[in-house]
Every structure is written in structure tokens, then in C-alpha cells.
């Protein structure tokens, strides 16, 4: 028996090649099939399933193409419908995968049909257990994605409570949690950095195993449950309804543009995304551009940031041209009509116009403000509530950016700030293209902000 878990960072998502005897499957495969056939080839097996945890939200999954490539039969849990081919697993269903097998725990409360997969070795002892998202090491699924008229996000969280006690609970302490998502991923709002974990742990550090009724667990995940990023429901209807291959979505949305047909587009529309790293992005970069960098958590911000439909035009470093595109294509954003030619260089080159931000570092920044100055803090509430804020500040989640940002006074100076300077960039890319321009991003953010030894508040 093998396991290995293929972990993508700047996704925060763990796929899951499981094999014996030559037989292979893979759990919650992302949507670039490739690392799985590789892998299937390296080890001499074959692809007999796609285990599906359920309709993901947060990323497409490569199920269909890879079922289409392979012959592997795609497996859901009970309750799932789709516009392609599957096999509508049996609560407690088993499969065999060469000399072990794979058991079906239909664990409704993320959405209806979420399902767990528990791994019995060759001698039918209980291994692993995959819980895709409704198990997390710190955490467990957010019930508010499959709310419909007839069911609220409290009946979901209802529901996430008896499967985990049915279903989950009832496991032996050395069974290994394999979950989808690690820490980063919007699909929890607590979610710990480890990519794996045992029942026995989690059932002694997890807060929503730990709840003393189901109205305490209710309340428990409910509370302080950001809103989900629009994309979210873009994506669980591509992983529910169909879509096109990546091979397709690549060859359309990977085009080089002259200079003459990235203004053309731009005057039609289309979104300028800069996936440069903010350092480089803030000294020159096309008026009216959003920067979103490749070297953080590039595809889920422009999930949150940006329209899924809405029209992109690409500016990357030379050679990074393709990886955005894929990224993109990741979660689902497939219309992109091409990326410059040359980047920013052949831009500046051609005399184009560009702007820049000022940025400054935290000791300049802590030695200019004074109590009338305004301060936009733009990191995540629980991170807020751990460090603490600037005295004054006002806070402003980033994801949450697009919706508050015209509530900002253009007249105002504003200093703005996340915890590394990865994220202020992006609120300071987007204020600039409504129209702020007293505006100053502090480099390094909250990180180093810490070290000037400013003093900080509770929120």
C-alpha cells in the first residue's frame, strides 16, 4: 500500500494518490491531470478511481479530464447529481483497490453530498480516513454553501454535527486524518497549519469536536464565519455541471498581445492583472492595473477580488506567463483574452504612460504618524484579534475590499497596512484605480510593524 499526499500551497489543497497492487486512485484531484499520470506511470499502476469528497467550491477539480484519460471511474457520496458520468456511492460502500479498500462515510453538514473515504489495509484494519472538507486539523467545513430555501446554514451546521459524531468520532485515535485544505484555505475560519493529523488529536485539540450539544457547535462555527469569496459558486456548478479541458482553457487563454492589442482590449473593458511581486509592481505598472502577485496566494485573491466573468489581461514577469494562466484556470478563470507581450519593459519601452505606489518602511511610517493620521489595516479579523491593532486604525478585511472601499474618503491620506505587504499592495492597487492617490503602503506590514515596538490594542 502507498499514500502520498500532493500538497499545493498557494491553494492551500491536498490531492491524494492512494495505490496497491498496481491499482491507483486519487482523491480531490486539482484540475491539471499531468502530476497524476506521472506519478501513476513512475509507480507502473494504473487509475482505477477519482474519489470526490464533494462538489468543491474553492478550486475545479480535474476529475472529468482525468476520468476521460484514464477510464477511472468518478465516485461521489450519496445525494450527488452531475452533468457527466459518476457512480453515486452507498453510505458504507466499499471498493477495492488491489489488496485494500476504501469505504465510503456519507458525512453531510459542508454540503449534502460530502463524503469521507476511511482506508482499511490489507488485513481490514481502519488506516486513514479522508475527510475532504468536513474534517480540518483545528477546524472542520463551513455550512453555508449548499444553503437553499428549504435548508439554512444552521440546519447544515445541524447536520455537520451528527456526521461528525456518527461518522467521525466513533474512529480509532490512530487513524490519520487526511484533510482537502491546510491552513490559508477560506473554507474553514480556523484551520491549523499541519496537512494532516489523527482522530485521536483532533478529537482532544479540535474546538468543534469538543462542543457539548449540537446548539453549542452550532453557535461555536457559526460565529465570526467570514462571508465566502463570490467565486466560491462558480466553481462548485464547473465541478457539479461540466467543463471544458485544461489542455482547451490554456491554448485559448495563453496569447501574447502587442502593445497596440493589450490597449484594445483594455479600452473594451477588460481588467488589467498585474502578477508581479508588489516590490516590483509598486515602482511602475499600467495605469488602472490590480496587483495580485504569483508569489503568495495568487488564484484564491483573485477569486476574491475580481469578476469570474469579467474580462483579464495578463502582465507577468517573462517566462511566469503560462503559471498564471493555469493558476487562473485553477478556480475556475477561463477568460483570459491574453497577457503583454514583453511585460512592463516593452510598455515603458514604447513610452506608455505608468504609476507607481509610495511605500515606506514600518520604522519611517511609525516615526511619521500621529494620532490624526489614518490607518487601514487590512488583514483578517482572527489576525487582528490575535496581534491586536494600531490604536485609531481602522480595519477593513481585504476580502471584503471591493464592497467598502468606496465608503473612503479620496480627500484623505491613508497609511495602509497587512501583515507581510503582500496583501496591502493589492488594496492599495485597488484604491488607485478608483481614484485614491493620497495614498501610502508600508512594506513588510505588521511583521515589522511589531518590531518597531508600537503599541498595539485589542480590537
Known amino acids: 500500500m502507498y499514500i502520498e499526499q500532493l500538497y499545493t500551497g498557494c491553494l492551500s489543497e491536498a490531492a491524494y494518490y492512494i495505490e496497491s497492487n498496481g491499482e ?43 476520468a476521460k484519460k484514464t477510464g477511472a471511474v468518478i465516485v461521489y457520496g450519496p445525494k450527488a447529481e452531475a452533468g457527466y458520468d459518476i457512480l453515486v456511492a452507498n453510505d458504507n460502500e466499499e471498493f477495492f483497490l488491489g489488496k485494500i479498500k476504501i469505504k465510503v462515510l456519507h458525512t453531510p453538514g459542508h454540503t449534502m453530498e460530502s463524503s469521507c473515504y476511511l482506508l482499511k489495509n490489507e488485513n481490514g484494519k481502519d488506516v486513514a480516513v479522508f475527510t475532504g472538507d468536513t474534517l480540518f486539523v483545528g477546524d472542520v467545513g463551513r455550512p453555508d454553501l449548499a444553503v437553499k430555501s428549504n435548508l439554512t446554514k444552521e440546519d447544515l451546521a445541524g447536520l455537520l454535527y451528527d456526521s461528525l459524531n456518527s461518522k467521525i468520532k466513533t474512529l480509532a485515535d490512530d487513524v490519520v486524518v487526511y484533510p482537502a485544505h491546510g491552513a490559508g484555505s477560506a473554507c474553514g475560519k480556523n484551520i491549523g497549519k499541519e496537512t494532516f493529523s489523527t482522530i ?3 478529537k482532544k485539540t479540535n474546538y468543534a469536536l469538543n462542543q457539548n450539544s449540537k446548539e453549542e457547535f452550532v453557535k461555536a462555527l457559526l460565529d465570526g464565519l467570514a462571508e465566502p469569496p463570490q467565486y466560491f459558486f462558480v466553481d462548485a456548478m464547473l465541478n457539479k455541471n461540466g467543463y471544458s479541458s485544461i489542455e482547451e482553457v ?86 483570459v483574452h491574453g497577457y503583454l507581450k514583453g511585460g512592463i519593459t516593452a510598455w515603458i519601452a514604447a513610452g506608455k504612460k505608468t504609476e507607481t505606489v509610495e511605500s515606506i518602511t514600518a520604522t519611517e511610517f511609525v516615526n511619521k504618524i500621529n494620532s490624526s493620521d489614518n490607518i487601514l489595516d487590512v488583514r483578517k479579523k482572527g489576525e487582528v484579534e490575535t496581534t491586536g491593532i494600531i490604536e485609531n486604525a481602522q480595519h477593513i478585511c481585504l476580502s471584503q475590499f471591493q464592497k467598502q472601499v468606496n465608503s473612503l474618503d479620496k480627500n484623505t491620506h491613508y497609511y495602509i497596512h497587512c501583515a507581510g505587504g503582500y496583501r496591502s499592495m493589492m488594496a492599495a492597487s485597488i484604491m488607485k484605480q478608483k481614484g485614491f492617490n493620497k495614498i501610502t503602503n508600508v512594506r513588510g506590514g505588521m511583521g515589522k510593524i511589531k518590531e518597531t515596538g508600537i503599541k498595539l490594542v485589542q480590537m
Open 24 to 66: 491507483a486512485a486519487i482523491i480531490d484531484p486539482l484540475r491539471e491531470t499531468q502530476p497524476y499520470l506521472e506519478l501513476a506511470k513512475k509507480r507502473n499502476a494504473k487509475i482505477k478511481y477519482v474519489f470526490e469528497t464533494h462538489f468543491h467550491a474553492d478550486f475545479v477539480s480535474g476529475h472529468i479530464d482525468l
Open 250 to 335: 490554456m491554448d485559448k487563454n495563453t496569447l501574447p498581445l502587442s502593445i497596440e492589442e493589450f490597449e484594445k482590449e483594455m479600452k473594451n473593458g477588460a481588467v488589467v492583472l498585474d502578477a508581479r511581486e508588489a516590490d516590483t509592481f509598486e515602482k511602475a505598472y499600467i495605469p488602472g492595473a490590480i496587483n495580485i502577485g504569483l508569489n503568495g496566494q495568487y488564484a484564491p485573491w483573485v477569486g476574491a477580488l475580481l469578476d469570474a466573468h469579467a474580462p483579464l489581461l495578463l502582465i507577468a514577469d517573462e517566462g511566469k506567463e503560462s503559471e498564471a494562466v493555469l493558476r487562473l484556470a485553477r478556480v475556475g478563470y477561463e477568460n
Open 200 to 202: 485521536g488529536h483532533q
